[in-house]
């Protein structure tokens, strides 16, 4: 079930110590009303707070009851939405939420989804099935159902991955999902070309994120890995995948559409 557990209160600043939200109506976003799922926490939480200081009116949605709670408390200003990514009724439910609320969605960051590895003989139904509802399914259906109240001239940002372009062994589940959201940001951003709503897709490598403990790695694990194979020798932080984010939403990137950038350190092409 959709459910708003929170409303937005317009006199305090979003975030954790990103700032006070530009009220003179001169942000990158002033006036846009942007939907990020899987905004409650790592790089959507980032991103909702550049959004928000930059004049957005955001909407976030999570499906885990402790994160909902703690980003309704960090982003007072951020009105957060409980809902399940893969279940395309509820994506429906959201949408129309946001359309009743708010009348149209101007930005819509895809970033909702899941991480987990294993190696192709541990790999069943179950695993494959889960990965594919939520990066694949409800990435899908949520672009499908937003661009019914997106205006002409707005903006899709998805997040895939640096998995879905190198073969990277234990990822094979999870990479082919990334794959299909890149896929996804070109066939989109050729199809909405005649309304001129631009799709570009952010492919991040190793960030400091929750999703690598849910991926069930140590501490420091990924932050090793990084400094090994990364050419910048480091893992990256979530304001810096905000950062582009808001490139991307902004009409700074007005010229581009279908393209992928990747924020890795260097590990793509490097």
Same mark, same amino acid.
């Given at each position: ?46 991103? *909702? ?5 930059? +004049?957005?009116?955001? #909407?976030? @949605?999570? %499906?885990?009851?402790?994160? &909902?709670? /703690? =980003? ?73 159902? *937003? ?5 002409? +001239?707005?903006?899709? #940002?998805? @997040?895939? %991955?640096?998995?879905?372009? &190198?073969? /990277? =062994? ?86 581009? @559409? ?13």
């Amino acid at each position: 079930m959709t459910m708003d557990i929170r409303q937005a209160s317009p006199h305090l600043s979003a975030g954790a110590g990103r700032g006070i939200a530009r009220m003179d109506g001169m942000g990158k976003l002033s006036n846009k009303i942007a939907l990020i799922t899987g905004g409650t926490t790592g790089i959507g939480a980032a991103t *909702a707070a550049r959004f928000q200081a930059e +004049g957005a009116r955001v #909407i976030v @949605t999570g %499906s885990d009851p402790t994160t &909902l709670q /703690v =980003a309704q408390q960090k982003m007072p200003r951020i009105e957060v939405i409980a809902s399940e990514a893969a279940d395309v009724a509820a994506t429906k439910r959201l949408v129309e939420t946001v359309k009743a609320t708010h009348g149209r969605i101007d930005v819509l960051f895809v970033n909702a989804g899941i991480s987990r590895f294993k190696p192709i003989s541990m790999i069943d139904e179950a695993f494959f099935d889960a990965q594919f509802g939520i990066n694949v399914r409800g990435a899908y259906f949520v672009m499908r159902h *937003a661009t019914e109240i997106m205006p002409d +001239g707005g903006s899709i #940002i998805l @997040t895939s %991955s640096v998995s879905g372009a &190198l073969g /990277v =062994a234990g990822h094979t589940v999870y990479g082919a999902t990334k794959a299909a959201v890149r896929s996804f940001g070109r066939s989109f951003a050729r199809e909405l070309v005649p309304r001129n709503i631009r799709v570009n897709t952010i492919s991040p490598g190793p960030i400091e994120t929750p999703i690598h403990a849910k991926a069930g790695m140590q501490p420091g694990e990924m932050a090793s890995i990084a400094q090994q194979r990364v050419p910048l020798a480091r893992m990256g932080q979530v304001e810096e995948v905000a950062s582009v984010a808001l490139f991307l939403a902004s009409e700074d990137a007005s010229y581009m @559409t279908g393209g992928e950038l990747f924020v890795d350190g260097g590990l793509v092409e490097l």
